[in-house]
């Protein structure tokens, strides 16, 4: 084989090694996080945009062009989210936050499994997350059909399971429909606070603030509620 060829041979084998798929490096938790990595502001954030949202004066910044290239990068979202699946219940929208400002997961009735609790997890202890808030919602279907009980066809009935235990004590007074939904808020943030092992870590010694919260689907407000009074699952 003369030289010329073997050349061409090396190029053609770099070029093909160039061009392979990136493996991602595997997850490593970051050991310098503390309490003074990201400002503890999230709930306010949270609440000054949903304030805009609910007088009509959202302004909808970071939503652009120039946004985009700015977090395509990298992102450090202030606060989780953990909602309903709901159509009517948008959180970028109902917080007027931009693109990279939040980490959003999304189940009907914000219930929470392992993929779930996981991508909580990673944004929490990798991203530096340091507010969680779980968000529920007037009118929720998924918390009405756990207080109607039943079969339920294909999965759904999932859903039911896992809600029904934490609106079983509900105080529901003359409005069963909206004491059930706060009721499953707190049971879900305060399953997470003690969830073992990095958020109850991470409550603990960090200060990752995990709070509860109401939507109102007819105003637009959103309401923070007080500390969770069921016991963990």
Do not use: W
Not at 87 to 97: C, G, K, L
């Amino acid at each position: 084989m003369s030289l010329r060829v073997s050349l061409v041979l090396c190029a053609v084998a770099l070029v093909g090694c160039s061009s392979a798929p990136t493996v991602p490096a595997p997850f490593v938790a970051d050991a310098t996080f503390s309490p003074s990595t990201l400002r503890k502001d999230g709930i306010e954030r949270l609440l000054a945009g949903n304030a805009r949202f609910v007088s009509g004066h959202a302004h909808g910044e970071g939503r652009d062009a120039a946004r985009r290239t700015e977090v395509a990068n990298g992102q450090h979202p202030y606060a989780i989210v953990i909602t309903c699946s709901d159509s009517r219940v948008s959180p970028e929208i109902v917080f007027d936050a931009g693109i990279g400002d939040l980490f959003v997961i999304r189940t009907a009735g914000h219930v929470i499994d392992d993929h779930a609790l996981g991508s909580i997890e990673y944004a929490a202890e990798h991203l530096h997350t340091k507010t969680v808030l779980v968000l529920g919602h007037e009118r929720c279907g998924a918390v009405g059909a756990a207080m109607q009980g039943g079969e339920l066809p294909g999965h759904i009935g999932s859903l039911v399971t896992a809600i029904a235990p934490n609106i079983k004590n509900a105080n529901r007074g003359n409005d069963a429909a909206t004491a059930c939904v706060k009721a499953n808020v707190l049971a879900t943030a305060n399953a997470l606070r003690h969830n073992q092992p990095l958020l109850a870590e991470l409550c603990e010694k960090h200060g990752l603030d995990i709070r509860g919260a109401y939507y109102d689907l007819d105003t637009g407000a959103v309401e923070v509620l007080g500390e969770a009074a069921a016991s963990p699952r």
